[in-house]
């Protein structure tokens, strides 16, 4: 299906974690890796001791440069990699992706794709653990103030903000 049946992108599904319908068809599921990984976790894992990721989005993309027009959606989920210390086998890094050294320029340049893409008054939900990036230093890269938003997670680390394109200028 193209991306013109579908209303709502998520450009860095990963292992597609917070969907309720991981198949959802009103989705275009976009990463920059298709793989499944497995290793080696006692703790939460299979019978075996081990733990499997699969990152299998229906596109490979970047999400600094999207491959969509602008106001090609209604929607636009942006939960991009938060981590960025994290080593080489690093479990958490595997899952939820690891950002570049030149994390500023990509984040600024994802919300900027995002908003793109999305059609007037559309809006962009943005996921982001302050794990090891406060969400003060990554809200400061966005083009525009969120409407609102909320933690979660058990650490209260996990911020939702909503976004909405503004209609263009007459």
């Known amino acids: 299906m193209s991306a013109s049946n579908k209303v709502i992108l998520d450009p860095c599904c990963g292992g597609r974690m917070m969907w309720h319908d991981r198949a959802n068809s009103?989705?275009?599921?976009?990463?920059?890796?298709?793989?499944?990984?497995?290793?080696?976790?006692?703790?939460?894992?299979n019978a075996d001791g081990t733990r499997t990721l699969v990152i299998e989005p229906d596109v490979l993309l970047d999400f600094r440069d999207l491959p969509y027009p602008d106001g090609s959606f209604k929607l636009v989920a942006f939960d991009p990699p938060h981590?960025?210390?994290?080593?080489?086998?690093?479990?958490?890094?595997?899952?939820?992706?690891?950002?570049?050294?030149?994390?500023?320029?990509?984040?600024?340049?994802?919300?900027?794709?995002?908003l793109r893409v999305l059609e007037p008054g559309g809006t962009l939900v943005f996921k982001w653990n302050e794990?090891?990036?406060?969400?003060?230093?990554v809200l400061k890269?966005?083009?525009?103030?969120?409407?609102?938003?909320?933690?979660?997670?058990?650490?209260?680390?996990?911020?939702?903000?909503?976004?909405?394109k503004q209609e263009p200028s007459e």
Not at 90 to 113: C, M, Q, T, V
Request: include cysteine.
């Open 83 to 114: 981590l960025c210390r994290a080593g080489p086998k690093s479990w958490l890094a595997a899952k939820y992706g690891k950002l570049g050294n030149n994390w500023r320029d990509d984040i600024r340049k994802g919300f900027e794709e995002c």
């Open 131 to 137: 794990t090891q990036v406060k969400v003060g230093e």
């Open 141 to 164: 890269l966005a083009p525009q103030p969120p409407l609102f938003g909320h933690l979660s997670g058990r650490k209260g680390l996990t911020h939702w903000l909503v976004f909405m």
């Open 26 to 45: 009103a989705v275009v599921f976009g990463d920059c890796r298709s793989e499944t990984i497995t290793v080696t976790d006692r703790s939460h894992g």
